[in-house]
């Protein structure tokens, strides 16, 4: 954990308070399902809570992997007025929370963002739960700039990631993995005849992705004629009774089967007969069915791709792991990025005031200097000599305050940098140890 | 002498370590990346400056001996590979291409050692023999890159069909642009060995003395080969799996052709 500041500081006379943030949270690698359950906030409690504990300036970002709340001042006392507000037992469930403050709360949001948290490296979805949960806290009114800035920062680090590595590359479901072996088979399968066999969930998951690959030629075929019809208005395809499933093959360049049949539908002599007609043009199956479709050694065919529920699963965990091959770089990533925003933090809350307070003091000693001389010379004169030294002293300033700023964003603003210039521009706030 | 010995020695050396570092590549999880065009690049200048070394310190045309026309078209493949590496961004053919670089420079350099001089006949020393010669090398490249795509199709088929899919199945592009880009070459490789084969007919019209059968039976063979390949792909039958065997097999009838018929063309001692 980093350095602990316990009470929120700096509240407004009007809405959220400020200071430094805390995180309190489980996740699917620290708490099992039950506890999750437990600590999961729907979107209703999520917007109560929020209302309930405006005062701590709150975030609540709550999804099926992970449960995370936000706030300010001490992570301990935030699980607590969490646990007292929604009149939840913490009791044993402690153990499964994880507790952060700062920098460590920081750095965890920034991971997630990356999707380097989530239960499939790289994963996008998170970034728009991050969104979701960020919107929430602004409708409640319950987030203020601090909270707002470190999530709009986190948002686009979960973007640079993607954009600068291959962590969100790569294939991680069923119907992109059957699209990819076929890729390998035919460069462009959405430009190859797809033949849809029986109505299973699964299938049509798998034929929804070819048809939003931009598959042209779509056909369907069931037993029940009905349950066809229904296919082909969903797919808006071709319905082909089953009766004329072997020419219905032969047709097509990649067949997608998940019928809920006990038995094979079709057997190798029958497949061999179909490859003979098709002149042995490659043919993909994906068996999707569970007992399969096609008896398995219709793979001995040459001209056959078969592939099943178990060959997807296995490139969908091929493609993880290529994905965790670029976890280094956006670890890199987040962690400049985290030192760019504790540096960013650094000049809001310590040397912003000081710039402030710098230019405070250049007015006043302007007006010093000038206020003797306001009787003495004309007023037009007394006007020019008062525009010439503001802008002598705004340019000299400027200077300072862009030189300043240019630290900032390389994430070159420490604490002993800000030591230093607190030390030079305001040394009386320095030795008091406040600030301007 | 010295420095034809090393660059022999140096240049199956340096194909083996590119050849290993595409594989590397190709094998690990991750980006999809080619080791850098400057390697490719410095290795196949170092080539084209061993051959022309070769020409001058020999003092003859380097393409005339059997090791000679496999080193040039080892470098030949790998030029024709660089630029539909670039062009058409292909990726995962790589190492592929340079293995089969790697192996014919291997028995290049293994069958012209020690480095000698050798007597080629005058008339080979005429522009008509080089344009004879680098025509049928072009010709012989193009076999050479489709025997390569063949190779990667059979592999691609071997993953696919065996449910392995690591990382060189999700590099390697798929079967039909492996299957299109074998047939391409084929074509282009023919039409090149076709001139090479009716500039060498003019060419041997002009040569005085009696000329030994093996380099037209060589030729011949490899011609027909193709011609019956490219003809056979008309079917789909005949297109993929076993238009990859063939050509494979096909590169092997010509390399051992080449380097087993004594000498190219017998140009050596009279």
């Known amino acids: ?436 | 002498m010295l420095i034809l010995q090393l660059l022999n020695t140096f240049l199956p050396v340096a194909y083996a370590i590119l050849a290993f570092e595409y594989g590397r590549r190709l094998v690990r999880g991750g980006p999809d990346e080619n080791p850098p065009l400057a390697a490719v690049g410095a290795l196949a200048g170092v080539h084209l400056i061993a051959t022309a070394l070769r020409g001058f310190i020999l003092d003859h045309c380097p393409c005339v001996t059997g090791p000679e026309v496999v080193s040039l078209l080892a470098l030949s493949m790998v030029l024709v590979h660089v630029v539909l590496e670039r062009l058409a961004g292909l990726r995962g053919t790589g190492f592929f291409v340079i293995g089969i670089a790697f192996i014919l420079q291997f028995f290049a350099s293994a069958l012209s050692a020690p480095v000698q001089r050798v007597e080629v006949h005058e008339s080979f020393r005429g522009w008509q023999s080089a344009v004879h010669v680098h025509l049928a090398i072009l010709g012989y490249a193009g076999f050479g890159i489709a025997a390569a795509h063949g190779v990667v199709y059979l592999v691609l088929y071997g993953l696919i069909r065996g449910r392995n899919y690591g990382p060189v199945f999700q590099k390697l592009p798929s079967l039909d642009v492996l299957d299109r880009l074998l047939g391409a070459a084929i074509v282009v490789g023919l039409v090149f060995f076709t001139l090479g084969i009716i500039s060498g007919a003019l060419n041997v019209t002009r040569l005085e003395r009696a000329r030994p059968p093996w380099p037209a039976i060589t030729a011949g063979v490899t011609w027909i080969l193709f011609l019956a390949l490219l003809v056979l792909r008309r079917r789909p039958a005949w297109k993929g799996r076993r238009s990859a065997w063939l050509a494979v097999g096909g590169l092997a009838v010509v390399c051992v052709g080449l380097l087993l018929s004594e000498s190219l063309h017998r140009l050596v001692s009279g």
């Open chain 1, 1 to 436: 954990m980093d350095e602990k500041d316990t009470t929120p500081e700096r509240q407004g006379p009007e809405g959220p308070p400020e200071g430094p943030v805390s995180l309190v949270g489980l996740n699917h690698k620290t708490a099992p399902l039950p506890a999750r359950e437990r600590w999961s906030f729907p979107a209703e409690q999520a917007a109560a809570l929020l209302e309930a504990m405006r005062d701590r300036g709150l975030v609540v970002l709550s999804t099926c992997n992970r449960t995370e709340i936000y706030g300010l001042g001490d992570p301990g006392s935030l699980l607590e007025a969490v646990a007292a507000h929604t009149g939840r037992t913490i009791g044993p469930d402690r153990a499964f929370f994880y507790l952060f403050d700062e920098q460590g709360a920081v750095r965890h949001l920034f991971r997630v963002a990356a999707g380097l948290d989530s239960q499939i490296v790289g994963e996008a979805q998170i970034q728009g739960q991050i969104r979701a949960a960020l919107d929430m806290a602004q409708r409640a009114a319950s987030i203020g700039p601090e909270l707002r800035a470190l999530f709009e920062h986190a948002i686009r680090v979960g973007k640079r990631a993607r954009a600068e590595t291959k962590i969100g590359e790569g294939t991680i479901d069923a119907g992109h993995a059957g699209i990819l072996l076929a890729s390998k088979v035919y460069h462009h399968p959405a430009e190859h005849p797809v033949l849809l066999i029986g109505s299973g969930k699964v299938g049509r998951l798998a034929a929804r992705v070819f048809r939003d690959a931009g598959a042209k030629e779509f056909r369907v075929t069931s037993r029940t004629a009905e349950r066809a019809a229904a296919l082909a208005a969903e797919f808006g395809a071709e319905a082909r009774p089953f009766e004329e499933l072997d020419a219905a093959i032969a047709e097509a360049d990649i067949v997608i089967s998940s019928t809920a049949s006990p038995d094979p539908i079709v057997d190798h002599a029958r497949l061999n007969k179909i490859c003979h007609v098709r002149g042995q043009r490659p043919l993909v199956i994906i068996d999707l069915a569970i007992p399969r479709d096609f008896a398995p050694d219709v793979a001995r065919i040459p001209s056959v791709f078969l592939c099943n529920i178990d060959d997807l699963t296995a490139i969908v965990k091929e493609n993880v792991r290529g994905r965790e091959g670029e976890v280094p770089k956006v670890e890199r990533i987040v962690e400049e990025e985290a030192e760019k925003y504790a540096s960013l933090r650094r000049y809001r809350t310590d040397v912003e005031p000081l710039l402030e307070s710098l230019y405070r003091e250049s007015e006043a000693i302007q007006r010093a200097e000038l206020d003797p001389l306001r009787d003495r010379i004309d007023p037009e004169a007394f006007s020019r000599v008062e525009a010439a030294m503001r802008s002598v002293s705004r340019k000299l300033l400027f200077l300072q305050t862009e030189r300043v700023k240019a630290l900032r964003d390389g994430g070159g603003l420490g604490p002993d940098e800000a030591r230093i210039l607190r030390r030079i521009f305001h040394p009386q706030a320095e030795s008091d140890g406040g600030r301007p």
